[in-house]
């Protein structure tokens, strides 16, 4: 067959092709042709290809090619697929035919080796024990590809010689290839398919099926014919005179002759071992041995040495004795080394004895042309003594009798006849190789995280306090419960770790941290141990708390609890919500182990850009709906559609972020119906609103609707809806118990569907939580499945379904999280782990992670980290730590350099999509040309009034940021639902800012700030004389926010508005837009929420010299993005301009002084009112109005 011809436009014209195919296509069969080439940097690769045939039938070829390209970049994603799968490196089309290009390294199919002239020594001598293993070890190797596969729920129905790789190294390499699976025919001329045993199943695919073809493939290569495998007259052991029973045992079960109790890929791969080892014990007895040519006698270096050591009783002569010298010599404890004396010497191998090191090379008979070989080494110099230890890289311990000590002149004569019949000395050289000294970058990547994950329990780990109990808890007076008095004590672990931290003593914290609102909001007890170890659960009680008080000079906490505590003087304790953050670490910790296996994520991690493929996806721009986007939009979804593995989607405040996800969700399942996608966010408030678009996209009735699932724990939420996980187990259950499917089952199953159904729906009327604690293993087993075949699962980043998706290897086509720039690095990973196709969506411009800013303080400082969790070890329980973070501290201990190298990874994996999206960017900024894009921003909004959005655009977007046009129409031209009187001859404007006077400057003004915890009772007046003058179009009902930066200044909102009722009476005209059905609301609530009008009291107002002090959260671009972004219609700030304005004078007469957004928005704000879309109205001026 000649060559193919390309020319300089088609996908292979910059391949070069200098040999004829391995295999021809026959698109009769969908079966592509195999074409070796070298790629444009030299390298070998082989061409997977299928010839066009026609219009009708290009159609299903393309979807064949399609579907192989989607299975590759799936596969990618499983842990070990580098390791057992060739991959893809390219993909493409042209008007000759489809391509994928693969990375077949040093390998080829293993059909190449079948019809070669001369074959390796392994496939012709297949009855040798070293052979054999060799065979089954790497028959191994394609089960665990083959049971990968399956773990996937993909049949590969192709297991035959061209779907195998190798080179036949030393080591096994065997690699699989051929998936086309979801189109394959059944191609009944295959190599292997004439010697199939006939079992009347040769066209079904199955699991099973992919066994058999893989036992018949095994049954080649060990020598077992297949006529003599299928005679089950014959015992196991009978059917070839070198294979043992276990091993015709194991083929007859893979080929499904006889019944076994299990058949898939971990008990075949459990029986593999077991046959690689019972031959490998039958080796060492007889021929395996590790062979040394010596060259002894007259002119012998090593005779010498003899001589020497000896103290010359041993003649240069005697041969003999100076072998049975050496033999005694090495009978005791010999090892083999790996020698470098300098550094920049190559290494060398020797073996050492108790007197004498023996220098090793490999074998050459003198008058052969062949290469040395290290199957027999040889040995012509020894020296004195053992080597120093610091020459020693490597070392391997040797059983004296795995070695055979041969003269140099007998090794020459039968080295011909023993090839293949010695363990080869390879082995051991690839045992002796150092360990890596230094950290590759995958370790790296990987210490970076665990680093993350060690710091935030280092931070839980702090508020673990330590606590004196005076007395034991007693009775109540009621009777029903325990009360029980505690007092802070100093532990001088805790405070050096609260010292590491930065943070404040434990016991000011505690009483802190017992007052704060946050914690009160918080569900769950306070819990009591007599162990600080964190994670710790050793008589742990719950408790309430009560209240606080002093008695000699000491404060004093009481609590109630249902349960008395453990008689002990010192005890620990533990927050609300602490549970919780456990949970989450337990998690965090699974993944980082999973991760460790996880190359290919590793490396895109490292460096996004370093692998772009081509998904050829299809996407038709001529479609109606389409054309409807804006321009950002169009771009977005071409860059996402087409782009694997990794995009980045920067949502600015309004630009539709969610509409674009459900249109890309409903084009892939218009594309492909059995797709799987998990959608997650960080929060539940995130997902139940991408959830509730989604419903929308396929609630129209038309088609199947893909299967949905919500995952979240089972708390009796009232927002639960109908596609929780139970909800839809039920569902499905009750169905598949009435269908045919059952009623032509057999009554065993029968009886247990029927019997599950009816036990689920007479729990129909329990509450969630309750209900899940009754549920059987069969229930949940149940539920599990229903998980692993939904089409579309919605859970947050770290939630428990999330992380039983990655225990049982489930893989999705796409992953996609919104609100990664919430989300920290280490939260992202749990669901980046599930697909090789992932989608990020996010603004960094808005709020940031929990925690962050102190987190980036400690990491830009890697001497205080290294304090930090060295201060921690000792503190987080042996529950807790893995292999990973073990490594972490020893590597703390060592006083590694490579640290602060460590602490940088670390801090951009702590803010991961800022750093990545950040960071591509920066590139298109600087490129000179065209690249790829893995990142884009959506740059035109539809939520804002123009107004609005102007000023958001040119805070914190840099005047990117536009308005639709059809929408600024509509908000130019459209009655506005409602009204605001502010008393001035001005119009009602979409931005009204309400001016107080600034307390340093207007003589005889007492108001402002007070503080500490934040508020202003002069903007909580000026807030109610807003909401007085505010009015509804009539029949209307707009939405209505209240929101301010500060906790204590919404609490002081919300009780001056529901003690006015009488005089804003007319709220009741306006929809609560803030959770819970409340009007007022911190920034942090609000976010991904919206209002028609929303009032922002801003607060601070005060005479401080320092910018930073002066303003406090004002300073925070990101949370002040939030607040004015919020807004539709009318936009209404609370706040003292004059003030802001000697914070800009003040700010820019100090070096390095960041005053955050305010300048801008200064002027954002003066542009505004000259355009007339401001209003800027005085305290005094709206209080004479209206109050």
Not at 743 to 755: C, M, P, T
Request: net charge negative; hydrophobic share 40%.
């Amino acid at each position: 067959m000649a060559a193919r011809r390309i020319g300089s436009k088609s996908f292979l014209g910059a391949y070069r092709i200098e040999t004829d195919p391995l295999l021809g296509p026959k698109p009769a069969l969908g079966r592509p042709g195999l074409q070796p080439a070298l790629d444009p940097d030299g390298r070998s690769v082989l061409v997977k290809f299928w010839d066009r045939a026609g219009k009708g039938r290009d159609a299903d070829l393309e979807q064949i090619w399609r579907s192989e390209i989607r299975q590759l970049q799936r596969l990618a994603a499983v842990p070990r697929a580098e390791e057992l799968f060739v991959p893809m490196v390219a993909s493409g089309e042209d008007d000759q035919g489809f391509y994928l290009v693969l990375d077949p390294g040093q390998t080829s199919p293993l059909e190449v080796y079948r019809r070669g002239a001369s074959q390796p020594s392994v496939m012709t001598q297949y009855r040798l024990s070293r052979n054999r293993r060799r065979l089954w070890a790497n028959a191994k190797r394609a089960a665990e590809g083959l049971e990968l596969l399956h773990s996937q729920g993909v049949i590969h129905r192709n297991v035959d010689p061209w779907a195998i790789m190798t080179a036949f190294g030393d080591q096994p390499d065997f690699r699989m290839t051929g998936f086309e699976w979801s189109m394959r025919l059944a191609a009944a001329d295959l190599p292997l398919a004439g010697r199939e045993a006939t079992d009347g199943r040769e066209n079904v695919a199955s699991f099973g099926r992919d066994w058999t073809n893989l036992g018949i493939l095994v049954a080649e290569l060990v020598g077992a014919p297949l006529n003599r495998v299928s005679d089950l007259r014959l015992v196991p052991s009978d059917i070839a005179e070198h294979l043992s029973a276990a091993e015709g045992k194991l083929l007859r079960s893979m080929m499904r002759l006889e019944t076994a109790e299990r058949l898939d890929g971990e008990e075949i791969c459990r029986r593999m071992d077991d046959v690689v080892l019972a031959i490998t014990a039958e080796a060492a007895g007889r021929e395996a041995k590790s062979a040394i040519a010596l060259r002894l006698g007259r002119n012998s270096k090593v005779a010498e040495i003899v001589r020497g050591v000896s103290d010359n009783e041993i003649e240069i002569t005697d041969e003999q004795s100076q072998m049975e010298f050496i033999q005694a010599d090495l009978s005791a404890e010999p090892y083999f080394v790996r020698v470098r004396q300098k550094p920049d010497d190559e290494p060398s191998y020797a073996l050492l004895g108790q007197a004498m090191t023996y220098w090793l090379t490999p074998f050459r008979v003198a008058e052969s042309s062949d290469a040395a070989d290290w199957e027999f080494a040889t040995c012509e110099r020894a020296q004195r003594g053992r080597l120093p230890s610091d020459w020693i890289e490597g070392s391997v311990s040797l059983e004296w009798s795995s070695l055979d000590l041969v003269d140099s002149r007998a090794a020459r004569e039968s080295f011909p006849r023993r090839r293949g019949k010695v363990a080869r000395w390879s082995d051991y050289i690839g045992q002796a190789e150092p360990k890596q000294a230094k950290k590759t970058d995958l370790d790296r990547m990987h210490g970076a995280f665990s680093l993350l994950l060690a710091l935030e329990m280092a931070y839980a780990a702090a508020d673990v306090f330590p606590v004196e109990v005076p007395a034991r808890s007693a009775r109540a007076p009621s009777g029903e419960s325990y009360t029980l008095t505690v007092s802070s004590r100093y532990d001088r672990a805790r405070a050096e770790l609260s010292d590491a931290l930065a943070l404040e003593a434990p016991a000011v914290r505690l009483t802190k941290m017992l007052e704060s609102d946050d914690l009160v909001q918080q569900e769950g007890s306070w819990i009591l141990t007599e162990t600080g170890e964190l994670g710790d659960h050793t008589d742990e009680t719950e408790w309430r708390f009560l209240d606080r008080s002093e008695a000699e000079a000491r404060e004093r906490l009481r609590f109630d609890g249902a349960s008395p505590a453990e008689a002990t003087s010192v005890a620990y304790l533990s927050p609300p919500g602490m549970a919780g953050q456990l949970a989450q670490f337990r998690r965090r910790r699974k993944a980082l182990k999973v991760l460790r296996e996880h190359t290919e994520l590793l490396r895109m991690l490292i460096d996004p850009r370093s692998r772009i493929d081509d998904s050829h996806d299809p996407l038709n721009e001529k479609e109606a709906r389409f054309k409807e986007f804006d321009e950002s939009k169009k771009g977005a979804l071409r860059e996402i559609l087409s782009t694997v593995p990794l995009f980045f989607l920067q949502g600015p405040p309004g630009v539709g972020k969610t509409f674009l996800v459900g249109d890309i969700v409903k084009r892939r399942f218009e594309d492909d119906p059995s797709t799987r996608m998990l959608l997650s966010a960080q929060s539940n408030a995130a997902i139940d609103h991408l959830m509730k678009e989604i419903q929308s996209i396929f609630g129209d009735g038309s088609g199947v609707a893909p299967v949905m699932v919500r995952a979240r724990p089972a708390d009796d939420d009232p927002s639960d809806t109908d596609l929780e996980i139970d909800r839809q187990a039920d569902r499905h259950l009750q169905a598949l118990a009435k269908s045919q499917l059952v009623a032509e089952a057999s009554s065993g199953l029968q009886d247990k569907v029927i019997a599950l159904a009816r036990a689920r729906e007479e729990q129909q009327g329990v509450g969630r939580s309750k209900r899940r604690n009754r549920m059987n293993a069969e229930g949940r087993a149940f539920e599990g499945m229903i998980l692993r075949s939904a089409n579309l699962v919605f859970a947050t980043t770290n939630s428990a379904a999330v992380e039983r998706l990655i225990e049982e290897r489930s893989l999705f086509d796409w992953t996609i999280v919104e609100e990664a720039g919430k989300a920290t690095g280490g939260e992202l990973l749990s669901p980046l782990l599930l697909s090789y196709r992932r989608l990020m969506i996010g603004d960094h411009k808005q709020l940031p992670p929990y925690n962050v800013e102190r987190m980036t303080r400690l990491l830009s400082a890697p001497d205080k980290v290294k304090a930090a969790v060295g201060a921690a070890q000792e503190l987080i329980s042996r529950h807790l730590k893995d292999a990973g973070l073990d490594e972490l501290f020893d590597e703390i201990e060592d006083d590694s350099d490579d640290f602060g190298r460590l602490c940088s990874q670390t801090l951009s994996i702590l803010t991961m999509f800022e750093s990545m999206v950040e960071e591509e960017f920066a590139r298109k900024a600087k490129a000179r040309r065209e690249f790829r894009p893995i990142a884009r921003r959506l740059e035109e909004q539809y939520r804002m009034h123009p107004a609005i959005a102007k000023i958001v655009s040119d805070c914190f977007y840099g005047g990117d940021l536009s308005t639709n046009t059809k929408k600024a129409e509509e908000y130019r031209t459209r009655k506005p639902p409602l009204s605001l009187s502010t008393g001035g001859s001005a119009p009602d404007a979409p931005i009204v800012f309400v001016d107080m006077p600034f307390v340093r400057a207007t003589k005889g003004y007492r108001g402002g700030e007070k503080a500490p915890p934040w508020s202003n009772p002069d903007e909580v007046k000026a807030a109610l004389a807003v909401l007085t003058n505010l009015r509804a179009q009539e029949g209307l009902k707009p939405s209505l926010a209240v929101l301010s930066p500060y906790r204590e200044q919404v609490r002081s909102l919300r009780d001056a508005i529901n003690a006015k009722t009488a005089g804003l009476a007319h709220l009741s005209s306006f929809k609560p837009a803030v959770g819970d059905g409340e009007f007022c609301g911190t920034v942090d609530s609000f976010q991904g929420d919206q209002a028609d009008i929303v009032l922002i009291s801003l607060v601070r107002n005060n005479g401080h010299g320092a910018p930073a002090k002066a303003l406090g959260f004002l300073r925070d671009n990101r949370r002040m993005n939030v607040l004015l972004s919020r807004a539709k219609w009318r936009l209404v700030m609370i706040g003292s301009l004059e003030f802001y304005r000697n914070v800009v004078d003040v700010a820019e007469g100090l070096p390095e002084s960041d005053i955050g957004f305010m300048k801008k928005f200064l002027g954002a704000l003066d542009a505004a009112k000259n355009d007339g879309d401001a209003q800027i109205v005085s305290w005094s001026q709206l209080r004479g109005g209206s109050v």
